[in-house]
Structures are given as C-alpha cells and as structure tokens.
C-alpha cells in the first residue's frame, strides 16, 4: 500500500511526531497499521521506546526517510503512526462535551488536550465541522486525541435523542455567570460550545442551562479554547 | 516613503484588517501615521468608520490596492493601519501580568485578548521573546493589543527592581492549588507566566507564591494562552 499526503476522505490517519505515536501505540495498538520511522531518529529515546512497543506487540515498523518527510512535510519528524479511522461511541454516565460546528484545527487540538486534563475524555461533534482526524488536530492535541471517545452527529437534537445528561450551554448572552453557577454533581452534565467566529446561535436558547463567562466589553468574546478552558476548569476543579 | 513587508527593526508596523485598524485608531489616534485601503472595501461599514475617523482626525487616507494586498498577504484584507512603535511604561498600583520568554505569536496575540477581557492591560515580557509588535499577534489579539501598556525587559530581575506587585508564579510544581488561592485583593498584583515549552525555570522557585493549576496525569500540561485565561480569570472573577 501506498501511502499519501492526509485526506479526510482516507479511512486511515497519521500521527505525526514521536509523542503522539506513543500517545496512539499505547491506547490504540489494534488499530494501527504501522509505524514509519526516519533514520534520523535512531538514537532517539521515544523512538527506542516505539521500536520495543511495537516489536512486543508485532505492529509493523520500516524506515523509510522519503516518506516520513513527505507525509509529515517536516525535516524534523522521527516517526509516523499510521491508524485506521473507527467508529466511536460515548460513554453513558459520563460527562460530555459538546463542540457544535468547530471551524478551526489548532483550536480543536487544543481544546481536547485541555478536557483530557481535566478528565473529561468524551466529546459529541455536531456537523459541520473541522475534520477532527486531520493529522493537525491530534498534533495540537498533544496526543491527547488516542485518550478520547469522539462521536459526530449531524444535528444537536440527534445527540439529545442519544444521551441524557444535563445540558449547559456557553453563550454570550447566558443567564448564569459561570463563577456563580452551582452543579449537581450527582448527574452527568454535557458542556455546549459553539463556532469560534458565531458561537450558538438562537436556536439553542430553550436548550439547558445558558452560561457565561463575565468579561468587560473592551472584547468581543474570548477565544474559544480559552473558553472551553475556563468553563471545564471550573466544571471539574472541585472533583480532580 | 516606502512601506515593504513588516519586519522587526522597523520603527513603525500595522494593524491588519478594519477591525484592528479601528481599534488602532480609538486608541492611538496620535501615533497612527496613516490607513491604507482597498477598493473593494469602500462599501463596508467599518471601513467607513475609518475613513470619518480620519477626516475627523486629519490621518492621512490612501487607497492603494497593490500595497495593501502586498502588505497583508491576503485578498480580503480592505484596511491596513501604519503606527510608530512607542515605548510604554507599565502603571503602577494596577495589576500586570509578566510573560517570560513567550515564543508563540498567535498564543501572544490570545493571550493579550484574554487578560484585556478580564481587565488587565499591563504586560510586561521578558526577553528573548517573540516580536509582540507583528501584525500577527496584533490580529491575534483582535486588535486589543492596542488597549494594552507593554514594556519589555531584559531580564525578571528588571522588572522586580521596578516594579512592587505582589508576585504569583504559574509553574508546574507550585504548591498553591489556583482553586484554593485566596487573594490580598488590596495590594496590586502580577502574575508571571513561563515559555510555552519549559515554563518558568528553576530561578523562579524562591520568587512570590507559586500556583499551580491542577490537572491530571494524562496530559503534560495546558497550552499557555489556556492556562492564561484560566488563572487570569480566577484571579479576577470577583471584580468584574
């Protein structure tokens, strides 16, 4: 098989990079195909460390100089993994979060990094959206993407006929100040968060509980990592 | 005189786009040395703005669309504003945030759009940094870089010797949870902030009260513009 610059189109992925192949060796090791590695990187510790992995677990490793540098359009980059896309579901009983048409790859990667820390490992896509298995978005991940369950739906009503946690939503015009707001943590709860340049339009105001971040008007709105950031910091801070 | 693509010697840069420009104008009408325009966004509202703007203020107008579109790199580009770099002294008796070492110009630009939303328009950055006068970080601060007072420093010590605040200190290995941190709400304070990559070095371990934002193991740690909101928000919650 030949291997080409990514496409959404592929049923397969890469990891680019030797922490996020780590990160896809150690959680996802049935589904990867085959590490590919530079011969720059021999002396490498993490690429040692995939090397082992991969030879306990009989995944396939070649060096191959031309065609990690041409995948990963890098000089730099050490190692590939090379995974088959698959289905995810949710965890029922766990806390979601929510990304309703996410438009930016650097801002998702960063957004999934922060909820894992945070111990939310679940997130509901709502279409259209940014392909959330671009190698770019699980390079801003930090590797952080093989941690999650990630699940598309192409409406939000078709995620709310799935799963019944609590609802909240992040809008501008919110009614509960995040710092005020009081949970019941005995439910599982699904954070809401809409498009960078839009965020939630109308049609989620009869939807859940509105919140807010409080911020003075020399600003339009925060970025929407840092607000994801905040919010699930302040959901989970309590619990970690 | 010529204006050529921005580069870091230059005495003078630009604000990128109408939004920018607008918040160049507002708030440094007296250091803006001209706007450029593009044709095609003569029947924008923003750019009308400016154009009042300026007649009001006798800033020299100039439509020019090879120059606008060779300074921006982009197509849809309609406003450039061009303003000579001042330097700017930090106010005392408010609160500042210090950046060492930030390497990251969209992370710059996010984070000077972050602290400006919670009230804190005093940042002082520790050299080497990034260049925090390219049009990219002022875009990436949707134009509230020009809200902001910033000084730069060659070193923190600098800084402390000018400088009377309170010192907090964001490091991995702090001892003081952000969650649990109870504040001398009536002393200014300053809150510094590490490279994106090494954080604050082990220099800053007997400097102020180090805090830490809690996160689990599974990921290595926040991205700094993330982690910038969060303590900043934390930190100013209760005042806005």
Do not use: W
Not at 125 to 151: C, E, H, L, W
Not at 216 to 237: C, K, P, R
């Amino acid at each position: 098989m030949t291997y080409k610059l990514y496409k959404k189109e592929y049923d397969y992925s890469y990891s680019l990079g030797v922490f996020p192949t780590i990160e896809l060796l150690q959680n996802h090791p049935k589904t990867t195909e085959k590490v590919l590695l530079h011969p720059n990187g021999n002396e490498n510790q993490g690429v040692r460390k995939i090397v082992e992995f991969c030879n306990q677990h009989g995944i396939l490793v070649e060096t191959n100089e031309k065609l990690v540098s041409k995948l990963s359009r890098k000089d730099n980059c050490y190692a590939i993994g090379i995974f088959s896309k698959q289905s995810m579901s949710l965890s029922n009983a766990e806390n979601h979060i929510a990304l309703v048409n996410p438009s930016d790859m650097g801002n998702l990667g960063t957004i999934i990094r922060t909820v894992v820390g945070f111990g939310i490992t679940n997130i509901a896509i709502i279409r259209p959206a940014v392909d959330a298995y671009n190698p770019r978005v699980i390079r801003g991940s930090m590797g952080a993407f093989f941690k999650t369950n990630i699940q598309f739906f192409d409406n939000f009503q078709e995620y709310l006929d799935r799963y019944n946690n609590d609802i909240y939503t992040l809008r501008l015009n919110g009614l509960r100040p995040l710092n005020k707001l009081k949970l019941n943590v005995n439910r599982p709860y699904t954070i809401v968060f809409g498009n960078e340049g839009s965020g939630l339009g109308d049609d989620f105001d009869d939807i859940g509980t509105g919140i807010v971040i409080p911020h003075n008007e020399q600003i339009d709105s925060l970025n929407l990592a840092v607000a994801v950031g905040i919010t699930v910091h302040h959901f989970t801070n309590c619990t970690i």
